[in-house]
């Protein structure tokens, strides 16, 4: 093959690649969860294997590779809160149909593991019937240590409702899993990964301050004293507020 048509050939595959990642993570059917409509700036989603997922209440870019959300966004307000005390948890886990089955987690992966499926979105955040049976597809979830996530999770979980009551606007809220090992534990046939840590944003739109809980996915775990939003971001190495004014 001569030299310039192997150029444009290598031309055509990398612009069909940034094309699909585009595409897989593409959040234009629910921006409302993302303060100014921008979903998060996430570095190299091609090896995450990512998909966009609209839900009622929240979204979520789900990864193929760890069968769990890379994060979960939801936009909060205290007429939603006060609409979620009224609802009835269902408890009806279910694998997402909408992913690949060989990029998903299913419910055996869950059984034996020692681990719960962790909510990334709370069934308590749910204003309503459609939106809470929706929390419970897989995609909202993570192998997470049960006393983590009945006790110091489930604490930080109240208390964003918490504060969201209190709030004069939309508090944006993020969630998800770090993984901080090259070869992380991994639970049933479909590998699911475990994460190390678990974080969620808080973003006050009236206020424009930021604050993070960032809690180790042990059941030992205790919730301390959350950190910013720029020490979040380092950790990470996620912007989940681009061009977005932070007060600290």
Not at 45 to 69: D, I, M, W, Y
Not at 93 to 120: N, T, V
């Amino acid at each position: 093959m001569r030299p310039f048509l192997r150029l444009a050939s290598a031309t055509i595959i990398c612009l069909s690649t940034t094309v699909l990642a585009h595409a897989a993570t593409d959040f234009s059917r629910c921006p409302q969860f993302f303060v100014q409509g921008a979903a998060p700036q996430v570095r190299n989603t091609q090896s995450l294997n990512p998909r966009a997922l609209c839900f009622e209440s929240f979204a979520v870019l789900h990864s193929g590779t760890t069968k769990t959300p890379v994060y979960v966004a939801e936009r909060l307000n205290a007429q939603q809160v006060a609409d979620a005390k009224d609802e009835e948890r269902t408890n009806r886990f279910f694998a997402d149909a909408r992913l690949p089955r060989a990029e998903r987690a299913e419910l055996d992966d869950y059984k034996g593991s020692g681990y719960d499926r962790g909510h990334m979105a709370p069934a308590g955040d749910m204003p309503d019937a459609a939106a809470m049976a929706q929390s419970f597809s897989l995609a909202n979830m993570v192998p997470q240590a049960p006393q983590n996530n009945r006790k110091t999770w489930a604490g930080i979980e109240k208390a964003t409702r918490k504060y969201v009551q209190r709030a004069k606007g939309d508090v944006y809220v993020i969630t998800g899993p770090v993984f901080g090992t090259a070869r992380p534990t991994t639970i049933g046939a479909d590998q699911v990964w475990v994460p190390q840590y678990l974080f969620k944003l808080v973003y006050d739109s009236t206020t424009h301050r930021a604050w993070a809980h960032w809690v180790e996915n042990t059941d030992s775990a205790r919730a301390g004293k959350p950190i910013t939003y720029r020490e979040l971001v380092q950790r990470t190495g996620v912007e989940f507020l681009p061009g977005v004014s932070i007060s600290e």
